[in-house]
């Protein structure tokens, strides 16, 4: 008998080779590889639109989103309040720039940061707050803003997952003074590498930030310091090839997620969505009872050649290159038990049932 194919937790889409071939055919008829060219400016223009947002500035990747975020808002020291629920690269990139990252539980229901414990943790050395919109569920946006307000402070959302969702009625990453994404090739919509910034707070940021990520200067001019964040003109070909999927591979993770729901909702931990979100379906997340049943699951589960993942572990507090232990215990709690199920959108609705059987069987 065939051994059954490996279940990872996402695969990425690939757009017909055709629709890529007919891109990269422009790239070999112009000649141009890099340095905003014709493809992306198409593709920003694209992107823009599709989110309803004024300046979005594709970049090489998620992480250097986050680090030019930082820089175009001229903070290069002090404390940035932050998540402990997150990919790595939301703490790395604020220790890459020099600063200090202060982290904030998150609250049990969605696994944002917890809005009402951000202005005990604010100092006078606290410049911006860095939350995430976890899984793709949307951070307290209004709270967030009046607190960032009343302080002065800057709000940069690592949206890496929201690509897609909505809050009352406007595209996640249009809150903020800067948001990113991440187009990972494990992202709901990928380049196979790449990013963006969104800016939302103005021209002269938007400037200093495309100056920032194309070494600060103009022909013979230098005007800033900067660094390499450009995207080439292949990965937003496959950026364009990909467009025209967005909404079905949101139908599709949809459909997955809703089986997922039939058969699990009723009896793991679920995040809860709230009032006023159109959600982009990036992530299946379950938590467990504890750990020990999360680690029997998983063993039943790589029996059968399915890998799900632990997102996120550890909580990024606990870091063993962190200066200062702080405790997170919420963020701690959550991170010993969660896991994220396979998601992707030909995951067949077969292999969603053997998934859920196999969970289930450890959960009595
Ligand atoms: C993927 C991810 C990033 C990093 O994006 P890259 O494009 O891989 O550099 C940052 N933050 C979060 C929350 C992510 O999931």
Redesign the pocket.
């Known amino acids: 008998m065939d051994t059954p194919e490996n279940i990872y937790v996402t695969k990425s889409f690939l757009p017909p080779i055709e629709d890529y071939e007919t891109y990269i055919r422009q790239i070999y008829d112009n000649g141009i590889l890099t340095n905003q060219g014709p493809l992306l400016q198409e593709l920003e223009k694209k992107l823009q639109k599709f989110l309803d947002i004024d300046n979005l500035q594709y970049v090489s990747?998620?992480?250097?989103a986050?680090q030019l975020a930082l820089k175009a808002l001229e903070i290069d020291d002090g404390e940035i309040i932050t998540t402990p629920f997150?990919?790595v690269?939301?703490t790395s990139s604020i220790l890459w720039e020099r600063c200090t990252p202060v982290f904030v539980d998150i609250e049990p229901n969605n696994f944002t940061i917890d809005a009402n414990k951000i202005e005990a943790a604010i100092t006078s050395d606290t410049k911006a707050i860095m939350p995430?919109h976890?899984f793709g569920y949307a951070c307290d946006v209004e709270k967030i803003e009046q607190i960032a307000k009343q302080h002065n402070l800057k709000v940069i959302y690592?949206a890496?997952?929201a690509f897609g969702s909505r809050y009352n009625g406007k595209s996640l990453v249009s809150y903020g003074d800067i948001s990113t994404l991440?187009?990972?090739a494990?992202?709901l919509f990928h380049t196979i590498?790449?990013?963006a910034c969104i800016v939302n707070c103005g021209n002269e940021t938007a400037k200093h930030l495309d100056l920032c990520k194309r070494f600060g200067h103009n022909c013979d001019e230098h005007y800033t310091l900067g660094i390499n964040g450009k995207q080439s003109e292949f990965n937003a070909a496959m950026g364009l090839a990909n467009f025209p999927h967005i909404d079905e591979i949101i139908h599709e993770r949809k459909r997955v997620c809703d089986a997922y729901d039939a058969k699990l909702k009723a009896i793991v931990q679920r995040p809860k969505t709230q009032q006023g979100l159109d959600y982009n379906y990036a992530y299946y997340p379950v938590v467990f009872k504890d750990e020990n049943q999360l680690l029997n699951v998983f063993a039943a589960l790589n029996a059968e050649h399915i890998f799900p993942r632990r997102y996120f572990y550890p909580s990024l507090n606990t870091l063993p290159y962190l200066k200062n232990k702080m405790s997170c215990p919420v963020s701690e709690d959550i991170c010993s038990r969660i896991a994220c199920l396979p998601l992707y959108p030909t995951l067949s609705d077969s292999d969603i049932t053997r998934i859920c059987d196999i969970i289930l069987s450890q959960l009595s």
């Open positions: 990747n998620g992480t250097i986050l997150s990919y690269a939301t995430v976890v690592d890496a997952h991440s187009f990972h494990t992202k590498e790449g990013g």
